[in-house]
C-alpha cells in the first residue's frame, strides 16, 4: 500500500511519486483508494464521500496543472 505520496511537474506535465509499503494483511487491497487530479471542489467532494464510509486520509500531494490547483490524495479504512 500507498506509504508516502508526493507530485510535482515535469515540462509541464503532472508526475508522481510514491514509496509502497509490503504489508501480511490479507485483503487491504480493498480498503486502500487512490485518486488524482482532483481540483479543490473535487477533493473535498471526494473526502466528503471518503469520510462517510470510513476511510481516512493517509497521503495527499498538491500539483499545479493547466495553470491551476490539483491534488491527488490515498484514503485507508482505519
Not at 487530479?37 to 498538491?62: H, N, P, V
Amino acid at each position: 500500500r500507498v506509504a508516502y505520496l508526493s507530485a510535482y511537474n515535469h515540462s509541464g506535465e503532472a508526475r508522481f511519486s510514491a514509496i509502497f509499503q509490503h504489508t501480511n494483511i490479507e485483503g487491504n487491497e480493498a480498503t486502500t483508494l487512490g485518486r488524482h487530479g482532483l481540483t479543490a471542489s473535487g477533493y473535498q467532494s471526494e473526502f466528503d464521500t471518503r469520510l462517510s464510509q470510513g476511510y481516512l486520509t493517509r497521503c495527499i500531494a498538491g500539483y499545479s496543472a493547466g495553470g491551476s490547483a490539483h491534488f491527488a490524495a490515498i484514503w485507508r479504512k482505519a
